[in-house]
């Protein structure tokens, strides 16, 4: 059984297929999808949807949509947190985060406006005593900053993910001293993402979860190239569905079978995110995964 750890199944591409897209990746084996919000109005659908597909949600504003955000939308924040602090499927505070590969957002104003709702975020999870889960892009360095910061005022955040990891092995070291998860998935199933795959392979296995960040981050199955798109053909829709599929991918990598891999990264994603392991209410062999994680001459 696989958790999708991120997964924007209330996405405008999903339309009315949403819930027959998550029956058909239960199917497959994808026993829990975390849906993270990427702006306030975003929030009432997103814990509504999990509540109905029997997932997990977590609530925050996107650094893409900072540029339409105003304080209100941290007031929302702040007050959706507060009412729903009991709720169970409430697992995290997400997706947040900086992106410098995007110009718009790399001008000095738009850096600075970034790193304000990132910081003021950072601070909500702290209160509510959530885990984050992070977007980096080209921003590695400047997360782990923020996240250093915060502990150096005394209010460290409790981890989370970094999802789409896609850093140097350096950063990925300096997010697991703190205790984070890195999420990969679609991108590292490309022959060409070597980089990529090498830090799969070389990051210890307590470090990884797996996410398909569907409808974006297509694995190379269902890529459809620029000029292929300009004549015609469209683009492969990412769904939870192709989970399984890429953690067969990854599995393959690290020379672990697939049950080792989905158990292991069920064992991490719980602990990245506590309430999940809770809401699930059950865990994998853990003896299983040693033990095939050391035949493998991995880290388990």
Partial sequence: MWIDTHCHL??????????????????????CCVLPAVRAQD??????????TGDAYALGIHPLYVSEASEDDLSQLEQALADQCDDPRLVAVGEIGLDFFVPELCTEAMRK????????????????????ILHVRRSADALLAGLRAQAAGGRPVCG??????NGSLQQARAF????????FGGAATFDTARRLRELVCALPLQALVLETDAPDIPPQWLYVTAAERAAGRPQGRNTPAELPRIGAEIARLRKLSPAALAAATWVNACA????????????PDTDAIAAQAAAAGGAA
């Fill in 43 to 52: 929030f009432a659908a997103v814990r509504t949807l999990a509540h109905r």
């Fill in 113 to 132: 406006r970034q790193q304000h709702f990132y910081r003021a975020q950072l601070a909500l999870a702290q209160r509510f005593g959530l885990p984050v």
């Fill in 176 to 183: 697991l001293a703190l205790g984070w998860r890195l999420g």
């Fill in 272 to 283: 990245a995110l506590p309430r999940l392991g809770a809401l699930l209410g059950c865990a």
């Fill in 160 to 165: 989370g993910i970094a999802h789409a990891f």
């Fill in 10 to 31: 209330h996405a405008p591409e999903f339309g009315s297929d949403g819930l027959a897209e998550r029956e058909r990746a239960r199917a497959a084996g994808v026993a």
